[in-house]
T-cell receptor, first 115, second 115 residues
Framework: GAGVSQTPSNKVTEKGKYVELRCDPI?????LYWYRQSLGQGPEFLIY????????DSGLPNDRFFAVRPEGSVSTLKIQRTERGDSAVYLC?????????????FGPGTRLTVT | DQQVKQNSPSLSVQEGRISILNCDYT??????FLWYKKYPAEGPTFLIS?????DKNEDGRFTVFLNKSAKHLSLHIVPSQPGDSAVYFC??????????????FGQGTILTVHP
């Protein structure tokens, strides 16, 4: 079946602009996760959703970052007033939820470049 | 504060030999550990996992060992194949906690398997 898809694959924006990154999880997966990966580092947790609600948003770096999942499927990560330090690959993952289910399936990521 | 550390940025092995990738963690609340493999321009792919109630888990050529007292885990690949060349990430979570979806990743180790 189809895996996690993310659009766009690449996004170049100017400092100060607003961007939206989209994630389509695997069908039937109720949990959805956002991570950010900088060059030479591992993925860094941002937020995860169980259904429509954010179960943990402790990784969002500041209030310029916001994510939604209004219908419990597709999610959008929104970044306001982008800064050059926001440049990274933004990864989305999904999984089944429930006891004993911890493996997350990742999409290919969106490479964000802020100039 | 790097709670999951992979101290070897890279590892080079000959085809057919054993590859051993290491990972250390500091957070004693972590009780579930995962290894992911990542090819360029793709998202991480789940490889194998282990719960803290075990000290070993095996899946084909891949074995993960967990030493809780040392807060150390390792991934063994035997025999290594050129197709195993990738970046390997160790990740951990508190599966017994409310935020079990939050994975903490190490920095990654680049494995190169030479024919």
């Amino acid at each position: 079946g189809a895996g996690v898809s993310q659009t766009p694959s690449n996004k170049v924006t100017e400092k100060g602009k607003y961007v939206e990154l989209r994630c389509d999880p695997i069908s039937g997966h109720t949990a959805l996760y956002w991570y950010r990966q900088s060059l030479g580092q591992g993925p860094e947790f941002l937020i995860y959703f169980q259904g429509t609600g954010a179960a943990d948003d402790s990784g969002l770096p500041n209030d310029r970052f916001f994510a939604v999942r209004p219908e419990g499927s597709v999610s959008t990560l929104k970044i306001q007033r982008t800064e050059r330090g926001d440049s990274a690959v933004y990864l989305c993952a999904s999984s089944f939820s429930g006891t004993g289910i911890y493996e997350q399936y990742f999409g290919p990521g969106t490479r964000l470049t802020v100039t | 504060d790097q709670q999951v550390k992979q101290n070897s940025p890279s590892l080079s092995v000959q085809e057919g030999r054993i590859s051993i990738l290491n990972c250390d963690y500091t957070n004693s609340m972590f009780d579930y550990f995962l290894w992911y493999k990542k090819y360029p321009a793709e998202g991480p792919t789940f490889l194998i996992s282990i719960s803290s109630i075990k000290d070993k888990n095996e899946d084909g050529r891949f074995t993960v060992f967990l030493n809780k007292s040392a807060k150390h885990l390792s991934l063994h690949i035997v025999p290594s194949q050129p197709g195993d060349s990738a970046v390997y990430f160790c990740a951990a979570t508190n599966a017994g906690g409310t935020s079990y979806g939050k994975l903490t990743f190490g920095q990654g180790t680049i494995l190169t398997v030479h024919p």
